[in-house]
């Protein structure tokens, strides 16, 4: 069986949390026949238009411009169709209007999936322009996956589809993290102190980053920020002004380098605050690598994978004041701490393995293929 995965972003380009999923996912479904390809835009003009990542090939096209954060690339549209021809099933992740588009354009009539990551938050003017594509789209193809119970029950968009909509979470394989070098550990040991919080992802606006330096404003425990992003200036210049001394900022890491990191934090802090953020992927891999977790209550994914006073804490989002006093209270019960981080590791290997989301959405492409 052959998978097309079509999605704006993907390695080596970008590192984010649904190119993580997909990845996982071709992985993963490879392992049980599946041949997965990824069809993606690249902003690297003089870079290889087809490169192999994990045993499966990705097909690069140039992107043309974007609108609002939207990439269009005019070949993407051919480059789909000719794809899909070979496909047995076209692996949508949204939202990417142009994908929406690029699916009608390219006349596409094999079976069908769309992974809902997101609802659209920010853009509430081209939302409304928007929406009817949206909703033909959506209406068109043949099965709509959300990522937790949470996010179905909480999302408007989801509700018009709940016919046709089931729930897979994500996974991850812990066997592709790469374990550290002793030396590497030590490096970050003797930079970052022997306790110390962790927040992992893209410095995007909806990670709430600012509420937790301003939390951090109160509180006097050293944090570690891993990861780049649009408003890294904005974040670092607002710490400054805050007179933060024991917040550092170290950039986007390499893989061993952010597991050293993951592995000798003391507890991991995501202060996501919008509903942008729909599952958290860095904060299971907290929970895979046995870290008590903050997290706000935001009606998404994050609190099916931080389940409060069970996994770590669940603060109301945008409140500075409650994420500072979690704070304080895992710092000063560190047994209580490890008992939340024993839990959430025990959660991951229950429900959030890549092989279990590999297992779901391969019975899902063969029921699909067998219409």
């Given at each position: ?5 079509f999605?704006?972003?993907y390695?080596p380009?970008s590192w984010g ?17 599946i041949?997965?390809e990824?069809?993606t835009?690249t902003r690297?003009?003089?870079g ?19 609108i609002?954060s939207?990439?269009?690339s005019?070949?993407?549209i051919?480059k789909l169709a ?5 496909a ?6 949204f ?8 699916h ?7 079976p ?7 609802d659209i938050v920010?853009?509430k003017?081209?939302?409304r322009?928007?929406?009817p594509l949206k909703?033909?789209?959506l ?5 709509i ?13 989801l509700k018009r ?9 994500y996974g ?11 030396e590497v550990?030590d ?8 306790r ?6 893209v ?7 600012h509420?937790l ?6 509180v006097?425990y050293p944090?570690?920020i891993v990861?780049?992003?649009p408003?890294?200036r904005e974040l670092?210049a ?6 933060l001394t024991?917040v ?7 893989e ?10 003391y507890?991991?802090?995501?202060p996501s605050h919008?509903r ?7 904060l299971?891999?907290g929970?895979?690598f046995?870290k008590?977790?903050?997290?706000s209550e935001?009606?998404?994914?994050t609190?099916?994978?931080?389940i409060?006073n ?10 500075p004041?409650?994420f500072?006093?979690?704070?304080r209270?895992?710092?000063e019960?560190p047994?209580q701490?490890a008992?939340?981080?024993?839990r959430?590791?025990?959660?991951y290997?229950e429900?959030f ?5 590999a297992?779901?959405?391969a019975?899902?492409y063969?029921?699909?293929a067998?219409?």
């Amino acid at each position: 069986m052959r998978v097309l995965h079509f999605y704006k972003t993907y390695y080596p380009d970008s590192w984010g949390g649904v190119e993580q999923v997909i990845r996982q996912l071709c992985v993963g479904t490879g392992r049980v026949g599946i041949t997965s390809e990824v069809l993606t835009l690249t902003r690297d003009k003089q870079g290889s238009a087809q490169i192999e990542v994990d045993g499966h090939t990705v097909h690069r096209v140039p992107l043309d411009f974007e609108i609002a954060s939207t990439g269009f690339s005019f070949a993407a549209i051919r480059k789909l169709a000719r794809l899909a021809r070979k496909a047995d099933v076209i692996h949508y992740h949204f939202p990417w209007p142009f994908m929406d588009l690029a699916h009608f354009m390219a006349r596409i009539k094999k079976p069908s999936v769309v992974t809902y990551h997101s609802d659209i938050v920010r853009q509430k003017n081209l939302l409304r322009v928007y929406t009817p594509l949206k909703q033909r789209f959506l209406r068109d193809v043949d099965c709509i996956v959300a990522t937790s119970p949470n996010y179905l029950a909480s999302s408007p968009v989801l509700k018009r589809y709940k016919s046709k909509t089931r729930t897979i979470t994500y996974g991850l394989d812990r066997s592709i993290y790469p374990e550290p070098r002793p030396e590497v550990k030590d490096a970050w040991r003797a930079r970052c102190g022997e306790r110390f919080f962790l927040f992992v992802g893209v410095l995007r606006y909806y990670k709430g980053l600012h509420i937790l330096l301003d939390a951090m404003a109160n509180v006097d425990y050293p944090v570690v920020i891993v990861g780049a992003g649009p408003i890294e200036r904005e974040l670092k210049a607002h710490a400054e002004r805050l007179g933060l001394t024991h917040v550092m900022f170290v950039g986007a890491l390499e893989e061993e380098d952010k597991v050293a990191l993951l592995q000798l934090c003391y507890a991991m802090v995501f202060p996501s605050h919008l509903r942008s953020e729909a599952f958290g992927i860095s904060l299971l891999e907290g929970a895979m690598f046995g870290k008590p977790m903050i997290s706000s209550e935001i009606g998404t994914g994050t609190t099916y994978i931080n389940i409060d006073n069970e996994t770590g804490l669940v603060v109301p989002p945008s409140d500075p004041q409650a994420f500072g006093a979690a704070m304080r209270t895992l710092w000063e019960n560190p047994e209580q701490a490890a008992e939340m981080g024993r839990r959430a590791e025990a959660r991951y290997w229950e429900l959030f393995t890549a092989e279990k989301m590999a297992d779901n959405y391969a019975a899902l492409y063969r029921e699909l293929a067998a219409k």
